[in-house]
């Protein structure tokens, strides 16, 4: 399975084709997790039940004989065949036991393996396709009053989100439609800005923006975010600020972390840096920028 998966994703030089294949060995990989899982449980219920088989069979043979020894002492009092029955039942489960954790670490070893050389090509696609074709944004200025600002960035697609996601964060998306994917698991909350994956629990989903910003401080090759992208810009006095770009149908809405929450609303001050930032990244060659006072 994994074999033909990285033989696809070597022969194909695309950034999707490579999510494809990630996406296929996670679900191959949580369905081995499943097989060896049941298997131990198989052998755990196996190994229960010979036990409990021998008990019975000594006990019948007791109160056959006229005697009632407790349950617990059944067992010992079992004649020797009947032990020899367990003890090679015990050694055969021995031996199967070992063999399954043999396979188990061989298999966890196998897709860890292909999970990091997938990373990797990810990585490296997006560097190299960052150098030759840099990204291109709209920013869009939508004044609210005198001294505040609304901002929008057009609506990106194809590959350009996660090479975004790498230009701002130095990490790769866990997912190739992250961006758009406006899924909830409750209808009655808004899609949360993060995946269960990556170790992030499903409890973990829907964190504050002060946790959402130590998510992706926090070091890692891959960011399980999803709905925006995260974009921190340096403040003249030192330190960061932390935005991020909500999708929002055809733009994206550029928020700044203003305690547990976000405010979308931004101080002349503010929007100024971010534009600066993006400004900055293009006099760099690393993003072409277009911007649109409205």
Known sequence: MTRGVLVRVRSLETLESAYEAWVELR???????????EEHERLE???SFLVGAVR???????????TAPAAESALAS????????????????????????KDESESEAHYRAAFEEIRTTLQDRARRYLAASPPRLRLL???????????????????????????????????????????????????????????????????????LVARVRAPGEVLPVKGFLPVF???????????????????????VAEGPDFRGILTREESERFAGHLLRLKLEGRLELEVEAG
Do not use: C, N, W
Request: aromatic share 6%.
């Open 27 to 37: 679900l191959a990989h949580g369905s081995a997790r499943l097989r060896f899982q």
């Open 45 to 47: 219920q196996q190994g």
């Open 56 to 66: 019975a069979a000594s006990q019948e043979r007791a109160a056959s004989a006229g």
């Open 78 to 101: 079992a004649d020797g065949p009947m032990r020899d029955f367990l003890r090679q039942a015990e050694e055969k489960l021995a031996r199967a036991r070992e063999a399954l954790a």
């Open 141 to 211: 200025l939508r004044k609210v009053g005198a001294t505040r600002a609304v901002l929008h960035v057009e609506r990106v697609s194809g590959d350009v989100p996660v090479l975004l996601l790498y230009l701002f964060a130095g990490r790769i998306p866990s997912r190739y439609g992250f961006l758009f994917d406006d899924t909830t698991e409750d209808v009655s909350l808004p899609p949360a800005p993060l995946y269960p994956e990556e170790g992030v629990a499903p409890g973990e989903v829907r964190p504050e923006a002060p946790a």
């Open 233 to 255: 810009v340096p403040r003249p006095e030192g330190g960061e600020d932390f935005f991020r770009l909500l999708q929002r149908g055809p733009v994206m809405e550029v928020e």
